[in-house]
């Protein structure tokens, strides 16, 4: 039989080689059309020479946990609009309370022990007073009871030597007149002496007298001045000493520094918005534990402050010649609009952190400040051309 030769079919690749195949025709397509892409990027960027990212600038507040505790109550949402003081959250504050309660119990406590001692002060303050009532009376007495002795020793003093000084005047005028008779020759020598003898005795005793007196007048003068200084001082004898009550005021005004600390803690407990602005951001929520010091939101001034772009120190010379730059934000690309150049900083500063997640710029640049025009959105990334061609 005759017919024709058989041939056997050639083995089929395998998906490995089919695929590698396929690559090799459809790769170098996909390679010219990322080259062309890259080239008009890069021609756009050519148009626009200086060309730096900044960043919109508004203030914000960070709302922190003063102290480790749960959050109880969240009475904002991120979005929600709140003015400055407003209580934004608030923290467990049960075990304050409780301590807060036990110290005004300690506090009435103190204070109702220091009336209790101040009764018992007053009653033996009064017991007090009146025995020191009598005992003035007595010293009194006694101190006007010496004051009369002396005064009547010395009356007695002064009677005996007027006494004596006029037995002394007698005694001299009868010695004269009898040195005038003995003068005539009717006295004798004899008598005259037993008179100047009378009258030396007399003149002595004056004498004594005299000093007895001078030392009465001194005892005088000494019992008045006692008793003039007892009738002064009488009237301001100091009260019993309060040291009895000194312990409970120091106590109770220790107690009152302790609640003004529990309250102060209770107070810590609600967090206020320290400035008036928009929530942006919510990092705890309620029934999770803060830490002191964690944060517990972020809020935002809703109007921006201004536009700050960061210059490389290539670009310092340029900068430094600048007036007008162009912003471009990122919902309007492609949209130039020109703004003033409010200052560069002298040195070069950090970029922020949106900024350097970008490795290919650089971490310093000198910082230039744009007036923002109100349609920024804070924190937002945006180009500026400090020229443009």
């Not at 050519?46 to 102290?67: F, K, N």
């Not at 009764?119 to 009598?134: E, H, P």
């Not at 003068?221 to 003039?228: F, G, I, K, Q």
């Not at 935002?300 to 310092?316: G, I, M, N, T």
């Amino acid at each position: 039989m005759g017919g024709a030769e058989f041939v056997p079919s050639r083995a089929r690749p395998s998906l490995f080689r089919r695929l590698r195949h396929r690559a090799h025709r459809v790769l170098p397509p996909l390679v010219w059309m990322a080259a062309i892409a890259g080239v008009v990027v890069l021609a756009q960027e050519r148009r626009r020479t200086g060309a730096v990212r900044g960043i919109v600038e508004a203030d914000r507040w960070t709302v922190t946990s003063p102290l480790d505790a749960r959050l109880v109550t969240l009475a904002v949402s991120v979005g929600d609009l709140v003015t400055v003081g407003q209580v934004v959250a608030r923290l467990e504050d049960e075990s304050p309370r409780l301590r807060l309660s036990r110290a005004r119990h300690e506090l009435e406590r103190l204070r109702a022990e220091m009336q209790r001692e101040e009764v018992v002060l007053r009653d033996a303050r009064a017991v007090a007073s009146a025995d020191r009532d009598v005992e003035r009376s007595r010293e009194r007495a006694r101190l006007s009871r010496d004051h009369e002795e002396a005064r009547v020793e010395r009356l007695q003093t002064f009677a005996i030597l007027e006494e004596g000084r006029v037995v002394l005047r007698g005694a001299e005028d009868a010695l004269q007149r009898h040195l005038e008779l003995e003068r005539g020759g009717i006295a004798s020598e004899g008598q005259r002496v037993a008179l100047q003898t009378d009258r030396d005795r007399y003149s002595e005793r004056v004498a004594e007298l005299e000093t007895v007196l001078a030392e009465r007048d001194v005892r005088v003068s000494a019992a008045r001045e006692r008793l003039d200084d007892f009738a002064a001082a009488a009237g301001t004898l100091p009260e019993l000493s309060e040291f009895q009550i000194e312990p409970f005021q120091w106590r109770i005004r220790e107690q009152e520094v302790v609640l003004e600390e529990i309250s102060h803690a209770i107070a810590r407990c609600a967090l206020v918005a320290p400035g008036a602005g928009v929530v942006e951001r919510i990092v705890i929520k309620s029934g999770e534990h803060a830490r002191a010091g964690e944060p517990v939101m972020s809020i935002v001034e809703p109007r921006p402050r201004a536009v700050v772009a960061y210059v490389p120190e290539s670009l310092r010379d340029a900068v430094a010649r600048e007036t007008q730059v162009d912003v471009e934000l990122p919902q309007r690309p492609g949209e130039l609009r020109s703004s003033r150049v409010l200052d560069v900083s002298p040195t070069l500063v950090a970029l922020p952190e949106p900024l350097r997640a970008d490795p290919r710029i650089a971490e310093w640049g000198l910082a230039v400040r744009i007036p923002a025009r109100g349609d920024e959105v804070p924190g937002q990334t945006v180009l500026v051309h400090l020229s443009h061609r």
